[in-house]
């Protein structure tokens, strides 16, 4: 009798490698009515969004950092006047121009004060407010969304990467995967596989849903290049967005910088570029469809650190981007950045709660209706006023 130990021994040899297992690495599949498309990026490490969206114009930023975010004299592209694009974004000018990008410079969760990556991503996916342990949060507020669509089907929305998103977590269906997952099995394998484990609910499903998905991909589904995992998950998000899936989550690590940050952080703002355009050039005409949100935990502190970084802080910048998206423009209030008007006297003072951008999104794009929203997607959540993020 072959041994599940022999099995997954085997199975490497016959092409489905431990690394893509469905149960060592994970994304979420599942569907909703209608054409549009709604993506979401979680920028893990808190994106320094100051020097992503440098408001040169302020004439405080000169005091606060001495290497970062300067403005058009130092690489970065004039927006309106007082903000600048990073030169890492440099490759969305076109976006902008065409009124495709967007962002919201001085938004936050809930969460204040403790500065932890971990509790701040928990809180950021969870949706939720401080009335909640984050021990208890369990659901995404995604998952929560595919519950209040009426048809909403298993193909609707998926998350994409090497571990399970708690922001698609939750009592709607869903299905795991990751695109590095090379699952070239031949019949007899496949028939195999499922004798084996034909007895085990946990692996029997897992390996099921595995073939399901890889029977479903589009045959010319091209291959990364080592390094390229951000440029395959959005190319593995584009083909399922351009089927029956209608919302895509995935996240992209490596914004915590407190270091060096003139160095690492154009190659991260570069890899986010890259996505973003990837996305537009893989969906075609589904773009005019899009909606894409980039978001991260919290922001960074406004001042310069000495390793020529920024530390954990509280306001962060929300990016949208997509043909759905009326952009060309900031979106929300700019607090300034004068001692008396920082957060702590340390942070950007964040103006408004970014789960309204979602929620304003979800509202216009799928037609939730906002006591909904409000009450049980974003528990505790005041929308407030229509930023219009969507055309």
């Known amino acids: 009798m072959l041994s599940r130990r022999l099995f997954l021994k085997s199975t490497a040899l016959i092409g489905c490698s431990a690394a893509a297992h469905p149960l060592l690495s994970s994304a979420t599949f599942a569907a909703a009515p209608g054409d549009n498309r709604l993506v979401v990026i979680i920028l893990r490490g808190a994106m320094d969004g100051l020097d992503a969206f440098q408001p040169y114009g302020d004439p405080a930023l000169r005091g606060l950092r001495q290497t970062l975010s300067l403005g058009p004299d130092h690489g970065a592209t004039d927006l309106d006047g007082f903000f600048a694009l990073h030169r890492g974004l440099s490759e969305l000018m076109p976006l902008w121009q065409a009124g495709q990008l967007a962002f919201a410079p001085a938004v ?181 469809r899009t909606t894409v949100m980039a978001m991260t935990e919290f922001g960074r502190t406004v001042r310069e650190n000495g390793s020529a970084g920024t530390d954990h802080g509280t306001g962060g910048t929300l990016l949208a981007a997509g043909g759905a998206v009326r952009g060309g423009r900031m979106m929300g209030d700019w607090p300034g950045l004068a001692e008396d008007d920082l957060y702590d006297g340390r942070d950007l003072m964040p103006l408004r709660d970014i789960r309204a951008y979602a929620a304003w999104a979800m509202h216009a794009k799928f037609g939730i209706d906002r006591a909904t929203l409000e009450g049980s997607v974003f528990p505790g959540l005041d929308m407030g006023s229509d930023p219009r993020m969507t055309a």
């Open 108 to 288: 936050s969760t809930p969460y204040r004060d403790k500065r932890s990556h971990f509790d701040g991503q928990t809180m950021l996916e969870a949706g939720t407010g401080t009335d909640l342990n984050l021990d208890a949060q369990q659901d995404g507020w995604l998952n929560r969304l595919l519950q209040a669509m009426p048809g909403q089907a298993s193909e609707t929305a998926y998350s994409v990467g090497v571990s399970q998103m708690r922001i698609l977590q939750g009592q709607a269906p869903a299905k795991s995967w990751t695109p590095k997952a090379q699952m070239d099995l031949s019949p007899q394998a496949e028939q195999l596989l499922t004798r084996i484990y034909h007895d085990d609910p946990l692996f029997r499903d897992a390996s099921a849903q595995a073939m399901e998905i890889v029977a479903s991909l589009s045959p010319d589904l091209a291959t990364g290049k080592p390094g390229q995992d951000h440029l395959e998950i959005a190319r593995f998000a584009a083909d399922r967005l351009n089927g029956q899936t209608r919302i895509a989550s995935f996240s992209i690590g490596g914004w915590d910088t407190h270091a060096g940050q003139a160095g690492s952080l154009p190659r991260m703002l570069g890899r986010l570029a890259d996505t973003i355009l990837t996305l537009k050039a893989d969906l075609g005409a589904n773009w005019a």
